[in-house]
């Protein structure tokens, strides 16, 4: 095997790592991974493999992945009872079309701006984790009732900034369904999904008709890799108590915020997608 060869099955590889892990914490805590498999494209490619990617480049593979994975989970759960589909009409259809306005808006931003939007969602993510929940977890799925004004608000919220960054917005719906609709832990996760795909939709097609750079056969490979790991993470999901289940989202998401907010305010290297010097005229 030579070299290029050698290189290109390491880079398969790594995607495949990034791709099948992030999408099976995604469906066991009702996320579209991109909370962990943003930093994950970020910083593990290079460290692993020598290659890398903008934080454009990012946001493109991140809207493939999560429509593949939370599309993958949402069929694992379909005859679940957790599955609010009413919830899902509300939300949905306000965060299909603000995260296509947020993912096409997403080429008029520089790199550390994506990345800034990224971090501000999984700050404001970490502190609703926070706040006291009364208990609903104990209430039927048929007796869940929820205010529809504040649920299609918060699907815009989540879907304008999440389509800058390519992600499901999973990680920030999540924690805004528990603690403001006031949803039960299994609910809200399952339903998230179903949210997070529609939202994924918008995403993705404002990022393709805006001709923004998204790699094809990259993203094929993380598609790949997240079919095969989201239902595993789904099915698991149903079996594992609901205070489990929020300790795993916190701790991720506390990960990500310490690592991508030391990196904004303490920069080290240049990053790779920093724009190179101009070229000294020729006499």
């Known amino acids: 095997m030579g070299a290029l060869e050698g290189a290109m099955l390491l880079k398969i590889l790594v995607l495949a790592l990034i791709g099948w892990s992030a999408s099976f914490v995604s469906g066991m805590v009702g996320i579209g991974g991109a909370v962990i498999k943003y930093p994950m494209l970020l910083y593990l490619p290079p460290l692993l493999a020598g290659f890398s990617y903008s934080a454009h480049e990012v946001a493109g593979l991140n809207a493939i992945q999560v429509f593949f994975a939370t599309l993958s989970a949402v069929v694992a759960l379909r005859k679940e009872p957790y599955l609010n589909r009413s919830l899902v009409l509300y939300m949905g259809g306000a965060i299909l079309l603000a995260s296509f306005i947020g993912g096409f808006g997403a080429q008029y931003l520089s790199q550390a701006a994506v990345n800034v939007v990224f971090a501000f969602l999984a ?21 869940v009732r929820f205010n529809r004004a504040l649920a299609v608000g918060i699907a815009v919220f989540v879907g304008l900034a999440s389509g800058v960054v390519g992600a499901g917005g999973g990680f920030i719906l999540v924690p805004l369904m528990l603690f403001i609709l ?57 079996r594992t108590s609901p205070r489990l289940l929020q300790g795993i989202l916190t701790a991720l998401i506390a990960l990500t915020v310490a690592k991508m907010w030391w990196d904004i305010l303490l920069p ?6 920093a724009p190179l010097p101009p070229a000294e005229p020729e006499n």
């Open 123 to 143: 700050v404001a993510a970490l502190f609703l984790m926070f706040l006291p929940k009364k208990a609903l977890d104990d209430v039927p799925p048929d007796k």
């Open 268 to 273: 080290g290297e240049v990053p790779a997608d």
């Open 182 to 238: 006031r949803i039960p832990t299994r609910m809200t996760i399952a339903t998230s999904l179903a949210v997070t795909f529609l939202n994924s939709i918008g995403s993705t097609l404002g990022k393709v008709l805006s001709n923004q750079i998204i790699y094809w056969p990259d993203g094929v490979v993380l598609v790949i890799a997240s079919m095969l790991g989201a239902p595993l993470g789904a099915r698991l999901m149903t």
